[in-house]
């Protein structure tokens, strides 16, 4: 019966393809249909979304970048079928087996991303008054952040028994005012090397960049889909959040981390100012702000432990993104020295042929 169901569900928006589907399997938004012309995904996206992705889809095909999962068109040309208040699209199924070890896999992923950054690439102009906007209202946040972790420890201070989230936050406290103060100084020099600039560049973003969201053909061959985030923005937007989330774990120092963001930064370098503003963004210790605002606004209704699980997961982040920034630091000083020795023997050899 619920396969009669499925069946059902999907026949009137199949018929806008000419396929018949013979059997599916349900994947929560993705469908596996097996039809009389082969195997097909089916994805349902709600209509607020729109169909903007579709477009930036096809200007990548237009600019020669062909690892994505193609959508197909309905037999009207159209690529995406309204039906029940849902967007749907049909693409081909990848079998995804695969070939590759885990290093392997992300190589390829954050080789493609950087590809894709490169091909899409472009430069928007930025007034001066937009980019010191940003710079003032960012630190002014801060400032606030600032402010409230100041009031809040001393208010913990003040107790004759803290509670042991309030323990834990005060013995956090000194790692996360050195997280802002790092995150401020790499901003403010950010602002200062662009303050008289007024263009930037942009790309094409995923928008949510993951491993389930590249997925390989039986050839080996991976690709993106998924794109209902994509947009044009800062290249910074879909490495700052894929890293910050593959830290959510236990403490560790990840080199793995360090070394996903170097693959990606060979084949698409960030300028001088975007690595800048990709530290301070990176270190900015926001999520463990966040889990004590959470608690001291009462918003705990999870209870005591499980407010202490949080708040020591979030510091966690913060400590694993402070090795990985420790180490970007290191790698971004050995760079330097090398280019300086470089121009150095460049200039003594020019001095010697000259004598």
Request: proline share 3%.
């Amino acid at each position: 019966m619920q396969e009669k169901n499925r069946l059902k569900q999907v026949a009137p928006i199949l018929r806008h393809y000419a396929v018949e589907a013979n059997f599916v399997e349900d994947f929560g938004r993705v469908q596996k249909i097996y039809s009389n012309k082969g195997i097909f995904a089916l994805k349902k996206i709600k209509t607020n979304h729109g169909a903007d992705f579709i477009r930036h889809v096809h200007n990548l095909y237009q600019k020669g970048y062909n690892r994505v999962v193609p959508i197909y068109p309905t037999a009207d040309g159209r690529y995406a079928v309204l039906h029940d208040h849902h967007l749907y699209y049909l693409m081909p199924w990848l079998a995804n087996e695969l070939k590759e070890d885990r290093t392997q896999r992300y190589q390829q992923m954050f080789r493609e991303l950087a590809r894709m950054h490169t091909i899409s690439v472009r430069e928007v102009k930025i007034t001066k008054e937009e980019r010191e906007e940003h710079y003032e209202n960012t630190l002014q946040q801060w400032e606030k952040e600032k402010e409230f972790l100041s009031g809040f420890i001393e208010q913990c201070e003040k107790r004759a028994y803290m509670s042991p989230t309030e323990l834990l936050f005060c013995l956090y406290y000194h790692d996360i005012t050195q997280a802002i103060k790092y995150a401020e100084d790499k901003l403010k020099a950010w602002y200062e090397k662009t303050k008289e600039e007024e263009k930037a560049r942009t790309v094409l973003i995923h928008g949510k960049v993951s491993p389930e969201h590249f997925l390989f053909d039986e050839r080996g061959y991976g690709y993106f889909l998924n794109f209902e985030n994509a947009k044009l923005s800062s290249p910074l937007h879909d490495m700052l959040p894929f890293l910050s989330r593959s830290l959510k774990t236990y403490p560790k120092r990840s080199e793995e981390a360090v070394d996903w963001l170097y693959t990606y930064l060979k084949y698409f370098p960030y300028k001088a100012d975007e690595l800048l503003l990709f530290q301070s963004y990176f270190a900015y210790p926001g999520p463990v702000i966040r889990a004590a605002e959470r608690y001291y606004q009462k918003k705990n209704s999870r209870g005591e432990r499980k407010m202490l699980q949080y708040l020591q997961g979030q510091f966690w982040l913060l400590k694993n993104t402070e090795y990985v920034i420790m180490r970007i630091e290191e790698t971004e000083r050995q760079k330097q020295e090398a280019a300086a020795a470089a121009a150095a023997q460049a200039q003594a050899e020019q001095e010697g042929a000259q004598n």
